[in-house]
């Protein structure tokens, strides 16, 4: 898997035991050999032989930083994690990008640039739909709603609600044929997440729950 792990967003790439690898928003299923070739590039480019601790400091040998290091606590990390014959996970420090080794930069830009012929386009089958009722007094009620498809859940599905401070979202699971449409809805929609449903606007986000992962009390 090689993703950031603060976004929320898909992974760049997901590659399944039995070939299916997800790129983007693409997918499809490699063969024995194209596997092969990928994995071998990776350990070929060094990425189970690099040296890092892991500490994104001075110590770590994943970068360079001379005398320009300065702490950072927060802020993306982009990490690869291979679980296959051989293991292992590497991250990578956003703000410290400018000083990895060669070695981690030609990594990521192997996977950056890795875009395999024949990709069909991704639909997930499973999603976590959230909304909470956008801000009366911010700017999200300047922002031109989407209208809400009322083929969908009703975006209100919790006990009715009105904005107050921090007001958590309301997460349903859905899985199936509307998790597709749903997807494809929102992500085609250029809402920037607001949509309105009965002359009300919600914050809208939607997660995809993807084949290897786990929903826990789903219904409840």
């Known amino acids: ?21 997800l790129v983007g928003k693409g997918q499809k299923v490699l063969s024995a050999d194209e596997i092969q070739r ?5 350990d070929t480019l060094g990425f189970f032989s690099i ?8 110590t770590d040998k994943l970068y ?4 320009n290091y300065q702490e950072v606590n927060d802020g993306l990390r982009y990490c690869i994690l291979v679980n296959s014959e051989r ?30 012929t024949g990709l069909t386009p991704y639909y997930p089958d499973r999603i976590l739909l959230s909304t909470r009722p956008a801000d009366p007094r911010g700017d999200d009620l300047s922002v031109t709603a989407t209208p809400w498809d009322n083929r969908f859940p009703s975006l209100d599905f919790s006990p009715p609600r009105t904005y107050v401070d921090d007001t958590l979202p309301s997460i349903m699971y ?10 494809t809805f929102i992500t085609d929609s250029h809402s920037q997440g607001v949509f309105i449903q009965d ?10 729950v993807l084949p290897h992962e786990t929903v826990i009390n789903a219904y409840q």
């Not at 929320?8 to 590659?15: D, R, T, Y």
């Not at 360079?64 to 005398?67: C, E, K, P, R, T």
């Not at 420090?93 to 875009?115: T, V």
């Open 87 to 116: 293991e292992r996970k590497l991250c990578a420090q956003e703000d410290y990008m400018p000083y990895l080794i060669p070695q981690m930069k030609s990594i990521l830009k192997y996977l950056d640039d890795y875009k395999p």
């Open 199 to 208: 002359g009300k606007k919600y914050i809208v986000d939607v997660d995809v």
């Open 64 to 67: 360079d930083f001379g005398n």
């Open 38 to 42: 990928f994995l071998s590039k990776l």
């Open 174 to 183: 859905i899985e199936g044929d509307m998790a597709k449409e749903i997807y």
């Open 1 to 21: 898997i090689f993703y950031d792990d603060y976004s929320g967003v898909l992974p760049n790439i997901v590659l399944y035991e039995d070939g299916q690898m």
């Open 51 to 58: 040296e890092s601790n892991q500490q994104y400091d001075p």
